[in-house]
């Protein structure tokens, strides 16, 4: 059986990451776009990330320009932007297509492990996805989420 651990993506340098690395660790991975109405919750990200790093939590964020194009073109615009605005820290991907037939294959595992309220699509940036240590899926969070409503799911598995 497939679990997150079993994926490879691609940093925004170009390299292959092996999430395999992560192995041991719960992680939130999001879909974000800089642009959005929801962008500010990056702010919300960075905190969780700062207060449970040290206890093994890891965010994974993939920039993704397919609903309403909100992404910048250049990656390298987004992972400053992120780092300026919201002094994100946490790890931030090649952006990528979450849906679609050229849906990222970690994207196409989340959404089947987990669906959504009406389909498995994901239907906007900021879709959450809690992984536990093992890498299985625990749950999926809808983009409206703010991620402090999500901190007590990540406690349960540090």
Request: aromatic share 12%; hydrophobic share 35%.
């Amino acid at each position: 059986m497939a679990t997150v651990f079993d994926f490879e993506v691609k940093k925004t340098n170009g390299e292959i990451k092996a999430l395999k690395d992560y192995e041991g660790k719960p992680l939130l991975i999001v879909n974000a776009a800089s642009k959005c109405g929801l962008t500010p919750q990056f702010k919300g990200l960075q905190e969780l990330y700062d207060k449970y790093e040290d206890q093994g939590l890891e965010i994974l964020g993939f920039p993704c320009s397919q609903f309403n194009n909100q992404e910048f073109e250049n990656i390298d615009e987004t992972t400053e932007f992120c780092q300026v605005n919201y002094g994100v820290s946490f790890p931030m991907f090649a952006k990528i297509d979450v849906n679609g037939d050229n849906a990222d294959p970690l994207f196409a595992f989340l959404k089947d492990e987990k669906k959504g309220v009406l389909s498995k699509n994901i239907k906007w940036n900021f879709t959450k996805f809690l992984i536990d240590q093992h890498g299985n899926v625990v749950d999926r969070y809808a983009p409206t989420t703010e991620p402090s409503k999500i901190e007590e799911d990540i406690a349960k598995l540090l």
